[in-house]
Nanobody, 133 residues
């Protein structure tokens, strides 16, 4: 059974930082395109960052570009999202998700496409991030 479990959310002041983690079990991330998605109150789900298998193809939504960094550690089967210079509008539930490369291409356009439409193979339950003073 494919499972993703997020952690690292919490309450942080504007301008602060958090690092989210997403641990995979039941499968290895080596052959999966991975991504982080945000569900803010009253808004549609937004794909904020996605990463191909070779780590060279990345996508960032304009809203987080320059502030957030996605990475993976295949040895630990874990995905990370480093979030800096946090803003109140970054508040929301953050989910990680993954698609096998047979479903989502690991090319630059394929990575972007997964961030736009969402993944199909695995989703985590989410971790809440609240940015407030």
């Amino acid at each position: 059974q494919l499972q993703l479990v997020e952690s690292g959310g919490g309450l942080v002041q504007p301008g602060g930082s958090l690092r989210l983690s997403c641990a995979a079990s039941g499968f290895t991330l080596d052959y999966y395109v991975i991504g982080w998605f945000r569900q803010a109150p009253g808004k549609e789900r937004e794909g904020i960052s996605c990463l191909g298998t070779g780590d060279s193809n990345l996508y960032y939504a304009d809203s987080v570009k320059g502030r957030f960094t996605i990475s993976r550690d295949n040895g630990k089967n874990t995905v990370y999202l480093q979030m800096n210079s946090l803003k109140p509008e970054d508040t929301g539930v953050y989910h990680c998700a993954a698609d096998h490369v047979t479903r989502s291409a690991s090319s630059r356009l394929g990575v972007q496409a997964m961030c736009v439409r969402g993944a199909s193979d695995a989703w985590g339950q989410g971790t809440l991030v609240t940015v407030s003073s």
